[in-house]
């Protein structure tokens, strides 16, 4: 389908394609015929980066008379961000519409301002619901041409505590209007809105409403709370070239966590309610050009950050609710990238995963903590691919080749080198051989259960477990693995299902008639062996 079969002006038309859209999203080409030839109401499930913006705003401003000076759209959203990016994204759009004005409203700025921007009314406000109170109070914002209100983000919305204000918006709207409402989830809360406010409504899903995104990796590590700080630290040192957002469940959780990772000499930084505008504005501008690497967020504050290419997202707490654990993994592996959603969890908590993978229908896979010298070596490795890949700029550095062979002349390679490392590694003050031991293991009744689900599987026929002599020691993680397994079986069709990695070996399970194959793929390596692990055997090496 194409934006022109959606029977929109010219202008707008003219104004996607300088954007660079060039055909609809699924969501787009569902809300837009839709919103444009019907008359009822919408409720749409859809998340950030789905084109919901464009999928409520294109057939709006299609709709909208922009030569009559009165308010005909009115969009709520959540926060002062999603505002401003709602409000460019809809004046984009209209580029070529002469006279349609978009104005976005909200908290926290003068509102003199404000009122000169409406003192005019624009065709389209969009403001977050206290503002919107304020002003329709103040009756700066005149509400009886309104054809279209729209509700973005409603779930979010609710969580901030705008329900009172919603509701009284909703309720001081002409009766003629058409509400449009956009979530990423359906909690009860929004249903009753939807009961009360909406009679006559279609329901549209977008995309993988209960599915993680198609390539991020999930992953758990066990350990005890005693003990999260340090498994967070190791497990962002292992990952040398790290770029994400950790979840924290409250704010002072956040702001302890991101303490404690500056105190340690990380680029991180907080992101929390507590904190005024401008100083959310700027640790969200210096997360963007990655001044910041590590963002310890809560959930509501990371909303307004539409940050494209993270690497990594950690739970440092599952939330209770597992559609935000969609919300907060599919902020990574975003436009084809891989990317991994990493979970810090207590024994107890393995309930949650389980229910996590029964909802996203995906194999959680269970990652031990590294120890320090896997950290380390890891980190050197990284260290001497930067040194190897530096460039050097000999013009620039010729002048002072002299002294610095002078002062350095007493130094052999050997010292020189450990010299260099250590300027890197001191970073790294208790990652010798002492280092803790920071995975945890289940508790008994776990274990039995999880050994009953084998035996069940093996009875049946369906699953086998192989093991490979090879593991974290030789610097195996699952990526590698998986790697290594592609390479060698060479057949992408063979489903590898959960995989364990421990420090000398690798567990994998595969389906019983594929066995052969596989093992006869590794046999040919004389490096590696690979073996099936018997039942009996499975219960203590696996779990113990
Ligand atoms: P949203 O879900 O509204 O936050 O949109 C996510 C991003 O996709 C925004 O940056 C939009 O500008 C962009 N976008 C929306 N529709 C299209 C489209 N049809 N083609 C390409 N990009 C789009």
């Known amino acids: 389908m194409t934006f022109k079969e959606l029977n929109l002006r010219d202008e707008l038309l003219l104004a996607i394609k300088e954007l660079g859209f060039e055909q609809p999203m699924p969501i787009q080409e569902r809300a837009i015929p839709f919103i444009q030839n019907q008359d009822s109401d919408l409720v749409a499930l859809a998340q950030t980066g789905t084109g919901k913006t464009a999928a409520f705003g294109l057939p709006i401003l299609n709709m909208l008379d922009e030569s009559a000076k009165q308010t005909q759209a009115l969009i709520l959203s959540p926060t002062r961000e999603l505002c401003i990016q709602i409000s460019n994204e809809l004046k984009n759009y209209s580029h070529y519409l002469k006279g349609m004005r978009v104005v976005a409203v909200y908290g926290g700025e003068d509102i003199r301002i404000q009122l000169k921007q409406l003192a005019v009314p624009p ?12 002003l329709m ?32 918006i909703l309720k001081q709207m002409p009766e003629t209007r058409r509400t449009l409402l956009f979530s990423a989830t359906m909690p009860k809360e929004i249903a009753n809105i939807v009961h009360q406010f909406m009679k006559n409504y279609e329901e549209i899903v977008v995309g993988t409403k209960n599915s993680g995104a198609a390539n991020v990796e999930h992953v758990y590590y066990l350990t005890s709370e005693k003990y999260k700080y340090a498994a967070l630290k190791r497990i962002v040192d292992l990952n040398p070239d790290i770029y994400g957002i950790i979840f924290c469940r409250t704010r002072q959780e956040t702001k302890e966590v991101a303490e404690k990772l ?8 907080a992101l929390h309610g507590d904190l005024s505008q401008a100083q959310r504005d700027t640790v969200m501008q210096k997360f963007r050009i990655r001044n910041i690497r590590l963002l310890v967020a809560t959930d509501v504050a990371a909303r307004g950050l539409d940050v494209g290419d993270l690497t990594h997202v950690i739970n440092y707490n599952l939330p209770d609710d597992p559609e935000v654990y969609t919300h907060r993994s599919g902020r990574t592996g975003r436009v084809n990238k891989k990317g991994v959603s990493i979970a810090l969890i207590l024994p107890k908590e393995i309930r949650k995963i389980k229910a996590l993978e029964k909802m ?14 896997e950290v380390m070596k890891k980190q050197l490795h990284h260290l001497i691919d930067r040194m190897m890949h530096v460039e050097v700029k000999k013009d620039q550095i010729q002048p002072y080749m002299g002294q610095m062979m002078e002062q350095l002349e007493y130094l052999s390679k050997e010292e020189l080198l450990k010299r260099f490392v250590s300027l890197e590694f001191n ?12 995975n945890e293991v289940l508790p008994r009744e776990e274990k039995s259960a999880q050994r009953q689900n084998k035996k069940q599987a093996q009875k049946t026929g369906k699953r086998i477990r192989l093991k490979l002599n090879i593991g974290g020691r030789q ?20 489903n590898v299902g959960s995989i364990e990695i421990t420090k000398k070996f690798t567990f994998f ?31 203590g090496r696996l779990f113990a």
Request: aromatic content about 8%; charged content about 30%; some cysteine.
């Open 137 to 168: 109070k103040r009756k700066k914002v005149e509400t009886a041409d309104v054809r279209f209100l729209v509700l973005d983000e409603a779930d979010v919305m609710l969580n901030m505590g705008f329900r009172d204000d919603i509701e009284s």
């Open 475 to 494: 610097g195996i993680d699952t990526r590698r693995f998986l790697g290594i397994f592609n390479e060698m079986v060479g057949d992408k069709s063979i």
């Open 262 to 269: 500056m105190q340690n000499g990380y680029n991180a930084d």
């Open 427 to 438: 970073r790294f003050p208790n990652y010798g051989n002492e280092a803790e031991d920071l």
């Open 509 to 539: 399970e595969v389906f019983a008639d594929q066995t052969d194959k596989i093992m006869n793929a590794f046999a040919s390596n004389p490096g590696i062996e690979i073996c099936e692990v018997k039942r009996d055997k499975q219960h």
């Open 123 to 134: 065709q389209i406000i969009v403001a977050t619901p206290g503002r919107l109170m304020d």
């Open 360 to 373: 996203l229908k995906k194999n959680f896979v269970q990652q031990q903590i590294p120890n320090g010298q």
